[in-house]
């Protein structure tokens, strides 16, 4: 599956943006997906997950309360709705599917190319 997010922006904290990837392929509604944060210089996190029916979500401590995933198989594609944001938000945002997820911190497999946030203050 190849993926590819966008939506990304600048925005004042307290705004809202919302990340929409794009995937190709057919095998799209049999795999989990999820979105991904990286800031220059640190570890790539794991921002948001949900699993292939869209009746299972997951969230990090930081997203819970504020974002919310989405999917549409029919469209292929996954959503990440954010509010009320913040200037820590500011990362490159990937999205990423998983054939077998282990947590949803582990086993994820393919990656797009990700989309920029920036959140002013």
């Known amino acids: 599956v190849q993926l590819q997010a966008s939506g990304g922006g600048l925005v004042q904290a307290g705004g809202s943006l919302q990340l929409v990837c794009a995937a190709s392929?057919?095998?799209?509604?049999?795999?989990?997906a999820g979105w991904f944060r990286q800031v220059p210089g640190k570890e790539r996190e794991f921002v948001s997950g949900?699993?292939?029916?869209?009746?299972?979500?997951g969230y990090s401590a930081s997203a819970r309360d504020r974002f919310a995933i989405s999917r549409d198989n029919a469209k292929n594609t996954v959503y990440l709705q954010m509010n009320n944001l913040r200037p820590e938000d500011t990362a490159i945002y990937y999205c990423?599917?998983?054939?077998?997820?282990?947590?949803?911190?582990?086993?994820?497999?393919?990656w797009g190319r990700g989309t920029q946030v920036t959140v002013s203050s």
């Open positions: 949900v699993n292939n029916l869209g009746s299972s979500t």
């Open positions: 392929g057919r095998t799209f509604s049999t795999l989990s």
């Open positions: 990423a599917t998983a054939r077998f997820l282990r947590s949803w911190y582990d086993g994820w497999d393919s």
